[in-house]
């Protein structure tokens, strides 16, 4: 493959964010106690023994997985939803795994045959990935949280995330189904990510699936979900998505001819996983201690909390430009992520993970006391 053709979608993404981190990282890891990452949402806590055991007991199967998983997965998934989110009439065949949610959001503009002519729409403060979705697919790409702002334009797909990533904003119902009726006034898309859904503090936050918002009717909206976060499941890749039944078979039919299908053992994990809500529970609980503590901690170090009622980041400022922060907790040997990483509105804010021991969570806590 010639250098030309290597670099043609390369030089469309944005430079890696973390790659910036590399100093602030060398600083903090200079602390004389070592350092404290809170910069990435990576779980530190062990799989459950019941997706362990699942894993092992399909590792001697020697055939292809099928794209669109199991039966049992499948089932599985919807039980899940509706048990956990109160998500109804959802069919299994409207379930569709994924290799990690990442994947599935970098891929949905292209999966659905976007280009140019299209118009995707993000968060104003977005995980980066949105983004990358939209340049891999050569679409026009527009931040916009208020989508009467938007005007005459018309939107191909919608991301949403509630709650966010990264200020664990939570979105009303009112909210929800506003860009919902806007959306479908318009044939647009609308694609919800509800990797923390299951890790709500304080409210409630509902899937783009519940009655409550769309009326039992799922026509143009889908939901991905991931285990990464309330199942330890980051190493695994474990995600799906769900919604419009007609949307997942345009999916299901794109994936297969590309083999994008998941690991039978990977699916027999996600099974147990789903099918289990006492891990599930036992995790949330872990993440509630420790975001009490660091909470407590960053707020008695002169930091604003902002919205950061659900989810695994405390959204903090002080008022000053982002990288000034986060040298300043570098100092202490605590690395934490640039708001800016999220999107122009985030200058003023660094996100800081509760993805960490408690140990480090406790050393955070006492180096900002």
């Known amino acids: 493959m010639s250098t030309r053709v290597r670099r043609s979608v390369a030089k469309n993404l944005p430079d890696f964010p973390w790659d910036s981190l590399t100093d602030a990282k060398a600083k903090a890891a200079a602390h004389p106690e070592g350092i404290v990452n809170l910069s990435v949402g990576t779980p530190v806590d062990p799989v459950a023994p019941v997706i362990r055991e699942a894993l092992v007991s399909v590792a001697e199967e020697p055939g292809y997985p099928t794209t669109h998983g199991t039966a049992e997965l499948r089932r599985a998934a919807v039980g899940a939803l509706e048990r956990?989110?109160?998500?109804?009439?959802?069919?299994?065949?409207?379930?569709?795994?994924?290799?990690?949610t990442k994947e599935m959001i970098a891929w949905l503009p292209s999966l659905f045959g976007l280009g140019a002519d299209d118009l995707v729409v993000i968060p104003e403060l977005a995980y980066p990935t949105y983004e990358v979705g939209g340049l891999l697919a050569g679409t026009r790409i527009i931040r916009a949280d208020g989508l009467t702002r938007l005007g005459p334009e018309v939107a191909s797909l919608v991301f949403v995330n509630s709650p966010s990533n990264p200020t664990g904003k939570v979105l009303g119902p009112d909210h929800l189904?506003?860009?919902?009726?806007?959306?479908?006034?318009?044939?647009?898309?609308?694609?919800?990510?509800?990797?923390?859904?299951?890790?709500?503090?304080?409210?409630?936050a509902l899937s783009i699936l519940h009655p409550s918002v769309c009326g039992g009717?799922?026509?143009n909206l889908l939901a991905v979900h991931?285990?990464?976060?309330?199942?330890?499941?980051?190493?695994?890749?474990?995600?799906?998505?769900?919604?419009?039944?007609?949307?997942?078979?345009?999916?299901?039919?794109?994936r297969k001819h590309a083999g994008m299908m998941l690991p039978l053992p990977i699916q027999a994990a996600m099974t147990a996983a789903l099918n289990d809500d006492e891990h599930e529970n036992a995790q949330r609980e872990k993440y509630r201690t420790r975001r009490e503590v660091l909470l407590a901690a960053v707020r008695g170090a002169?930091?604003?909390?902002?919205?950061?009622e659900a989810g695994l980041y405390l959204w903090a400022t002080r008022g000053e430009e982002c990288r000034a922060t986060v040298d300043w907790f570098a100092e202490r040997g605590i690395l934490v992520a640039p708001g800016e990483f999220y999107g122009p509105g985030g200058v003023l804010h660094v996100r800081i993970a509760l993805t960490a021991t408690d140990d480090?969570?406790?050393?955070?806590?006492?180096?900002?006391r």
């Open 360 to 368: 480090d969570i406790a050393a955070a806590a006492a180096r900002l």
């Open 302 to 308: 002169g930091f604003t909390v902002d919205h950061s």
């Open 226 to 254: 991931s285990l990464s976060k309330t199942s330890n499941l980051a190493s695994y890749r474990a995600g799906f998505v769900t919604g419009d039944a007609d949307l997942v078979a345009d999916l299901l039919e794109v």
């Open 84 to 100: 956990r989110y109160g998500i109804t009439g959802l069919d299994d065949a409207a379930i569709l795994p994924a290799i990690g």
């Open 217 to 219: 009717d799922h026509t």
């Open 177 to 204: 189904r506003k860009v919902v009726d806007w959306a479908r006034s318009r044939d647009a898309i609308v694609v919800s990510d509800e990797c923390y859904l299951g890790l709500t503090w304080e409210g409630e």
